[in-house]
């Protein structure tokens, strides 16, 4: 590692001690981290084969002098997944999860604490304090007792108990605050001062802003795993892939702060020749940075009272970061967005259920922020996205699954078998695990994957009972046959085409009563849409079956 701290404020050059916090020479506590590229973009090429992918892979661009391999937990190598369900649902094949989730302790946190651990160790600190919403507290607390450093985590008395729970098995010191994030953030800073302890600065920290690089290095090399490798290897130098579009959830703001520098390095060293446009999502109930980028303010609008479930992401003063941030954005022709809570949630099942994938409602944000980007038009169906799946869920709250999420069973006691075989017993207690009645729906479609697709859609909004019919005739029969809740038609068909089937179904008593939503992949004539008029509930685009009104639509027919 050979670096140098250049202070943003008045670009005094200072080598870094990770107990010194200011600038010599303004005292500005905002400096940058800037490493010799030019020397590395010549040995790293060199080094990389021989490392093992994990964080420390790219050490020489990290603050960290020797790092000790007896404090790592395994962190970083995560792996980047091709979320091909996704792709079809949104028309955009090109998705891709960096998933975080598979960290030590679950979440991206893990990099910062990591780094952070790692450079204080070597400095000789052994007590620190900390402010958080939950993830710092539960990575810091588990590198720090690694570390063998005392750590003060302090969190809001809002955090899910489950969180504050790891916190404390870790060992560190837990102090609950009632109030906003912010307050937390005073409390714990007026406590490292009275009590003379390092305390983490959040965006101002050395350790954590240079942790988060390690996801575009890791983002860059894994692309082009995918995508293969447009190189021309003769100058020795290695040409990534930067994916069109960096999507992730935003609080105070730390990972996107380091991704875009991330690549910055590597285009500083001719390893990538773009950066990815930045796209930061928070939840509408706690917006700043999206409701002041939108408003075009230079600083950030503190909103004093969050209002919002998803704790993580409850930061209400982004502070100076906002600005950093909004450049970051403009100038990589990037985004901020908010969704409200329920569509986080929306997303969250959507994950789970489409990708297997569970993740933590603020890692959710991501993707909500996701659809609804696509849905607008910003992100096109050719983008190459990356999605950062920032962190696990631990355990599903039950305000996220609603009821009747399990069924119980309950077997007899031994002793009150009496004559029964024991599988007796079993068969008759399963037996009242009946399946109830669920929504009936048929969907009428020529090609499979579009069926398999709305099947899979449907699956992830709720329990159905579902039929398909691949022509026009077959759909007649099954509507008739089954009396569905819900038939989803497409138009175009070979023989008895969408419009024909619908002619059928209007004209017969038993079957003119039943809603249907028409799908299809082409722009209708007028002429068209007057036959839908008054005859379907409503008409969607193919590759819209994520708007919402899809799904108000059947919800609307479930309940
Ligand atoms: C911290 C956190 C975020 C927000 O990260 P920042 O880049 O610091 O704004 C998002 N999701 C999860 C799961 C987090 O823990
Ligand atoms: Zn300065």
Not at 164 to 176: C, D, H, P, T
Not at 211 to 235: P, V
Not at 341 to 360: N, P, T, Y
Request: proline share 6%; hydrophobic share 40%; aromatic share 8%.
């Amino acid at each position: 590692m050979s670096f140098i701290l250049r202070c943003i404020d008045c670009g005094h050059k200072a080598p870094y001690f990770p107990t010194s916090i200011s600038c010599p020479k303004c005292g500005s506590q905002w400096r940058e981290a800037e490493y010799d590229l030019d020397t590395l973009s010549k040995t790293l090429p060199l080094q990389l084969p021989n490392r093992p992918f994990d964080l420390w892979r790219y050490h020489e661009l990290l603050p960290v002098r020797n790092p000790d391999p007896a404090c790592s937990l395994g962190e970083g190598g995560t792996p980047l997944i091709k979320a091909a369900n996704l792709g079809l649902m949104l028309g955009c094949p090109n998705i891709y999860i960096k998933d975080e989730r598979q960290g030590p302790t679950a979440s991206f946190k893990d990099r910062q604490a990591a780094v952070s651990m790692a450079a204080l160790k070597e400095a000789g600190i052994t007590e620190m304090v900390v402010a958080s919403t939950g993830n710092v507290a539960i990575a810091y607390s588990a590198y720090a007792a690694r570390a063998g450093i005392k750590l003060w985590a302090f969190v809001t008395s809002l955090v899910p108990a489950v969180k504050m729970r790891e916190v404390a098995l870790y060992g560190s010191q837990l102090i609950k605050v009632s109030g906003s994030y912010d307050s937390v953030k005073r409390a714990a800073s007026e406590f490292a001062k009275q009590r003379n302890l390092y305390q983490n600065m959040g965006a101002r920290s050395i350790p954590s802003v240079e942790s988060m690089k390690t996801i575009s290095f890791e983002i860059a090399e894994q692309l082009t795993g995918y995508l293969g490798n447009d190189a021309s290897a003769e100058d020795g130098i290695p040409r990534w892939q930067t994916p069109d579009w960096y999507i992730q959830s935003v609080s105070g703001g730390m990972g996107p702060l380091g991704v875009d520098k991330g690549f910055s390095e590597l285009k500083k060293m001719g390893f990538v020749n773009k950066k990815p446009a930045i796209v930061g999502v928070q939840s509408a109930g706690c917006a700043p940075i999206v409701n002041s980028w939108k408003k075009g303010l230079e600083t950030a609008e503190v909103v004093a009272v969050p209002r919002t479930h998803i704790e993580t992401l409850a930061t209400g003063n982004p502070g100076r970061t906002y600005q950093f941030l909004r450049n970051i954005v403009n100038d990589t022709g990037g985004a901020f967005e908010s969704v409200t809570d329920e569509e986080a949630f929306r997303a969250m099942h959507v994950l789970a259920k489409m990708e297997g994938i569970s993740a933590e409602p603020a890692a959710a944000v991501a993707f909500a922020g996701l659809f609804k980007l696509v849905r607008a038009g910003v992100i096109k169906p050719d983008d190459t996205v990356v999605v950062n799946c920032t962190g696990h869920t631990v355990p599903p709250e039950k305000l996220v699954l609603g009821d009747n999420w399990a069924r119980n069973v309950v077997l007899p006691k031994e002793e009150e078998r009496k004559e029964e075989t024991p599988q007796e017993g079993i068969l008759a207690a399963l037996s009242h695990v009946v399946p109830e009645r669920f929504p009936r729906v048929v969907i009428v479609d020529d090609t499979t994957e579009a069926r398999l697709l709305i099947r899979r859609i449907l699956q992830s909004q709720g329990d159905f009972t579902i039929f398909e019919a691949n022509n026009g005739k077959e759909a007649l029969r099954v509507v008739r046959r089954e009396k569905p809740d819900l038939i989803i038609l497409d138009l175009m068909m070979p023989e008895l085409d969408g419009f024909g089937v619908l002619d059928e179904l209007k004209a017969d008593s038993e079957t003119e009563g039943i809603p249907v939503i028409v799908s299809t992949a082409k722009e209708l004539t007028k002429e068209e849409k007057e036959r839908l008029k008054g005859q379907i509930q409503s008409l969607l685009q193919k590759g819209d079956f994520m708007s919402d009104e899809f799904f108000d639509e059947v919800h609307t027919i479930i309940n």
